[in-house]
Each structure stands twice: as C-alpha cells, then as structure tokens.
C-alpha cells in the first residue's frame, strides 16, 4: 500500500522537505479511504522521515509532537479545533524549526469553520505549515482554494491498482476484475474484491433478471457504492463483445453473453453513462434503493427504444 501511495505526485512533491513545501497545501485525492494514510506519508516526506525511524513511527501513530493530524481518526474538524489550532500555531515547535497541521477529510469541514481558518492558512505564523486533504474539491470554500497549493492526485493506472491487490491479497480470485472495475481508486477495488465478487453477481442479476423492484430493494439494503462500478465494468465489457473486441474484455463470464443478448449496442453505450450518474448521485447521499431504481428504469427504457429501432 505503502508504494502505491508514494506513486502519487502529491507525495513526490514533498519529498524535497519542508524547504519545497508551500504554506498551505491542500492535496485532492478520490479515494477517502486512503487520504489519511497519504497524509501521513506526505508528512513523513515533509519532515523527512525515514522509515523505521522515530519520527517516521510517531507519525504513523500520529504522536510526533511537531505534526498535528486533525481530526481524530472518525471525527470532523469543529470550530472548537479550529480555535486550537489557531491557539497551537502560535507555540514553537519542540523538536525543529517547523511545525506542520494536517487536516484530514478537508471535504466535510463546515464553510463556518473553513472560514474561521481562512486568515490563518492565508498567513500562519512563521514555521507553520498546513497540509488538508480533500476526496472533492467543489465542498472546498473559492476564497480556501484560492490560498492553497492544490495537488490533485489523479485516479491510479489500472495496472498500478491490479499491483497493490496482488501484493495485498494475493492468491484471491477476481483482482483483475476489481482492479478493472475500480475506476482507480484502491479502496473501490478492495471492495469489489471483498465477498468473492458478490458485487459482481449482484450487477449481473441487476442486468439479467426482470424482478427490478425487489432486486433493487435488496441493493439498497446492502449499500455497497462498489456494486455501480460492478455494473459500470460489465456493461463496458458486454460493449466490448457486442462490438468484437472481446479480447479487451476483463470479465470472463457467462453472464456476459447474457447481457450482449438482452442489451442492444446502443443501450449498453447509454448505460455507462447512466450508471457513472448514478455513482455521483450516491456520492451526494441519494437513497441508494431509488439511485439503483432509476438505473434499471433508464436502462429498460434504452433496451427497448433500440429494439425498436433494430
């Protein structure tokens, strides 16, 4: 985990230390999951922490009194830690000459408390540095991103993802599959992985069978964001062999054939936009029962225009 990690450009601009590092940096990474773990390996380089060294150690238990990591693991930067970090950032460091905060789940922080630290990641005191992470930037305040270094970390080859599944689960079934569907972002692929591809075999029945209303019931009991990109992945796929390529195809399924025989060519085109719409809607907290609802509605809907037309 630890390399796929380092591949990001947003850790490789820090490995120059605290000399190359801007005041504020606000580092844009889609895969939540993983932005804590990236933060820190941020830090680690910007202080320049080598591994199994003791700062290296305190900062992966977010202990080393020179690198702050706000908020506690599960929580929300609130307008009381603003108002410690504002009251901290005026302390010198106790071990260096630079202090650094770093604020984890920047996307979920409240425009009142963005706000109350805008003058102080605008000019903090000398020494200070601030390092945020952000899985979106739109829940970022203009006036915030204007201040800020931004390091937008792009979505992981799809190569780079199959890697760090086979290092970290080695010998399961499905990594090429999950690695395919994942869109570039580990912790998706992890969860496509997870259950021996339950996601998978619940989009094929989503494609195959006509029960929509139960079936979809029974998606938004289980609420599993990756069960789209399961979707996503078979209807590119089926695309691929109704139009010959098969041979780009990373499913191996007989359910695939399923699909190429229910979905005309054009239907299956507009359902991998539907279905990326989806995935936005229930990113902005959509029920997920109703976001999958809607998908098999368009789909359905485009199924039967284009045979018509055929």
């Not at 990001?8 to 820090?14: L, M, Q, V």
């Not at 970022?140 to 800020?148: E, F, K, M, N, Q």
């Not at 964001?225 to 109704?242: C, G, H, I």
């Not at 098969?246 to 060519?265: C, D, K, N, T």
Request: glycine share 8%; with cysteine; hydrophobic share 45%.
């Amino acid at each position: 985990m630890r390399a796929l990690l380092r591949s990001t450009s947003a850790y490789t601009s820090f490995c120059g230390g605290a000399q190359t590092a801007a005041h504020f940096s606000l580092v844009l990474f889609p895969d939540e999951r993983l932005l804590r773990p990236l933060l820190k390996e941020c830090a680690k380089a910007f202080f320049g922490a080598a591994d199994g060294s003791r700062t290296a150690k305190l900062i992966d238990e977010e202990c080393f009194s020179d690198c702050i990591i706000l908020p506690p693991a599960g929580g929300k930067l609130t307008a009381e830690l603003a108002a410690m970090i504002a009251e901290e950032s005026i302390l010198r460091p106790v071990e260096g000459e630079k202090k650094l905060f770093v604020l984890d789940a920047f996307h979920t922080v409240t425009p009142l408390v963005q706000n109350k630290l805008l003058k102080l990641l605008e000019e903090p005191p000398e020494g200070v540095y601030f390092l945020a992470g952000a899985a979106a930037e739109h829940t970022v305040l203009p006036t915030v991103l204007s201040r800020a270094c931004r390091l937008a970390v792009a979505p992981f080859p799809e190569e780079a993802v199959a890697a760090a599944l086979s290092r970290m689960h080695g010998g399961e079934r499905g990594i090429a599959e999950a690695a395919a569907a994942s869109g570039g972002i580990y912790s998706v692929a992890e969860d496509l992985l997870a259950g021996g591809g339950e996601d998978f075999r619940l989009a094929a029945r989503f494609l195959t069978e006509n029960n929509t209303e139960g079936l979809c019931r029974e998606i938004g009991e289980k609420k599993r964001p990756s069960f789209f990109a399961a979707v996503r992945l078979l209807l590119r796929d089926a695309l691929f062999v109704a139009s010959g390529q098969q041979r780009y195809a990373a499913v191996r399924s007989a359910e695939l054939g399923a699909i190429v025989r229910r979905y005309p060519m054009g239907a299956l085109a507009a359902g991998l936009s539907y279905t990326a719409q989806a995935e936005r809607e229930v990113q902005f907290n959509a029920n997920f029962a109703q976001a999958a609802l809607t998908l098999a509605l368009r789909l359905n809907k485009e199924r039967e225009t284009w045979q018509k037309l055929s």
